[in-house]
């Protein structure tokens, strides 16, 4: 199991991570922002718990981040 969270607040919109993971991010239509799919908000700070098989894909997206908001961690 991982946890991937994100800080969207500081998102610049770049669309990385739906490139590279686009299976767990979408861009908002609203504000042109990433979208980590179905996570909860908590402070800013959006998080969801997934498989192991999700790694790869969020790692590369979090490498990816010129802004580096994108964390990943296994539980």
Not at 23 to 29: E, H, I, N, V
Not at 64 to 72: E, F, G, H, Q
Request: with cysteine.
């Amino acid at each position: 199991m991982i946890v991937v969270s994100q800080n969207r607040k500081k998102c610049i919109g770049c669309n990385y991570c739906v490139e590279l993971a686009q299976q767990y991010w979408r861009m908002s239509k609203r504000d042109g922002k990433s979208v980590l799919l179905h996570a909860t908000e908590k402070k800013g700070i959006h998080t969801v718990r997934l498989e192991n098989e999700a790694f790869d894909a969020n790692e590369a997206a979090a490498i990816a981040c010129p802004v580096n908001i994108i964390k990943i961690k296994q539980l």
